[in-house]
C-alpha cells in the first residue's frame, strides 16, 4: 500500500498499475488489457527503480535493460515485430 502512495514521485499525473509479466509500468492516459500506459512515463519508471531496487524493471524500461533483453532474447511479447 505505502508504494501506491508513493506514486506521482516525479509527476503527480502519473500512475502505476502491473502488466503481464508482473513489471510496474508507469505512464498515464488509457490503461491497455496487458496493463501497459497510453502514455508511458520514463522518468517516473526510473525514479520508482531508484527507490524501489526490489521492483526492478520497471517498465516502460531503460534502455540498458531493453538491451540486455533483447541480447538475452527474453523480450517476452512482439518478438516477431521487432524489426
Ligand atoms: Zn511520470
Given at each position: 500500500m505505502a508504494k501506491e502512495v508513493e506514486?506521482?514521485?516525479?509527476?503527480?499525473l502519473c500512475n502505476m498499475s502491473t502488466s503481464i509479466g508482473d513489471w510496474l509500468t508507469f505512464g498515464s492516459g488509457y490503461l491497455d488489457d496487458l496493463g501497459f500506459w497510453e502514455k508511458p512515463c520514463y522518468e517516473c519508471a526510473r525514479a520508482h527503480e531508484e527507490k524501489?531496487?526490489?521492483?526492478?524493471?520497471?517498465?516502460?524500461?531503460s534502455k540498458e535493460y531493453l538491451e540486455e533483453l533483447k541480447r538475452n532474447k527474453q523480450?517476452?511479447?512482439?518478438e516477431k515485430e521487432e524489426k
Open positions: 506514486m506521482g514521485i516525479a509527476h503527480p524501489y531496487p526490489e521492483d526492478f524493471p520497471c517498465w516502460p524500461f523480450w517476452p511479447f512482439n
